[in-house]
């Protein structure tokens, strides 16, 4: 069985000692493919590193977190671009509207998350949204920016099944991470009712740990604990689980654009 895991910060300074026994643990577990969000310059040569080491299952975003969208965002942005044009990323990401840690900066997280989107566009890349208590504000965006040439995922889903349709009609597959194994998390209660076609595994690494590991780091082998939440939320095989993410991973990802 192969699992992708499209949301993991396997560069994040939580694996600073023990990265390489980490990515193994996952890799044998048959979670093979690591899509890497970024989240500011900072953190830029970690992702490059992390790519050399791992060459066939790494594969790094570019973008600006919107928690990291502060008085320099201009210089950030500036960053950005000059990824893009200097060589290939698989998305644009993670970008969005966090109002949970700031909501003086919603104006520029705005303005950096429509930026990011046109830029994905001219790149035919997908975007990768982050929302956090933000859901009218990312929607507000989505609907000015909608089209053929808009799709993505949106990272760490937890809204209403509404606002999963309303997710699903701007092209966006749902990224559905520990938050689904919550006793509260409340999306087990409709994802059902989301054809699977609309599903990608993530563990949002090191954060949000799935049960039984709640409230602990978050590793990417634990994606595999998601994908067997979905089994029972589905009534489906592990096996197919497996096979049906791993290729919604792949149509976000690998299909060329016209
Ligand atoms: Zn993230």
Redesign the pocket.
């Known amino acids: 069985m192969n699992f992708t895991d499209t ?3 396997l560069y994040s300074e939580s694996f600073d000692e023990d990265q390489d026994v980490m990515i193994q643990r996952a890799i044998d577990a048959g979670v093979n493919r690591f899509f890497i ?1 970024a ?1 500011d310059s900072e953190y830029t040569e970690r992702m490059y590193a992390l790519e050399k080491n791992y060459p066939d299952h790494m594969f790094l975003m570019a973008g600006l ?1 919107p928690t990291h969208v502060k008085e320099n965002y201009e210089e950030e942005l500036a960053h950005v671009e000059a990824q893009f044009a200097a060589r290939d990323f698989y998305a644009v ?2 970008i969005g509207i966090d109002l949970y840690w700031d909501k003086s900066t919603l104006e520029i997280q705005r303005d950096a998350f429509k930026r990011q989107i046109q830029l994905a566009k001219k790149y035919k890349k997908p975007i ?1 949204i ?1 929302c956090r208590e933000a859901f009218d504000e990312v929607f507000e965006v989505l609907e000015s920016e909608k089209g053929d040439d808009l799709f993505g995922i949106f ?2 889903f937890s809204g209403t099944k509404e606002q999963a349709e309303q997710a699903i009609n701007y092209n966006m597959k749902l990224g559905i991470g520990g938050v689904a194994t919550f006793k509260n998390g409340k999306i087990d209660q409709f994802l059902a009712e989301i054809p699977l076609s609309h599903i990608v595994l ?1 563990t ?1 690494a090191p ?1 949000l740990s799935p049960v039984p590991y709640r409230g602990k780091r978050n590793e990417s082998s634990y994606v595999v604990l998601v994908a067997e939440k979905l089994a029972t939320i589905y009534q489906k095989p592990l096996d197919e689980i497996a096979a049906i993410t791993t290729s919604n991973a792949d149509e976000v990802f690998f299909t060329k654009r016209a």
Do not use: A, K, L, S
């Open positions: 949301h993991t910060h969000p989240i977190h990401g993670e990768v982050h990272h760490c993530e949002d954060y």
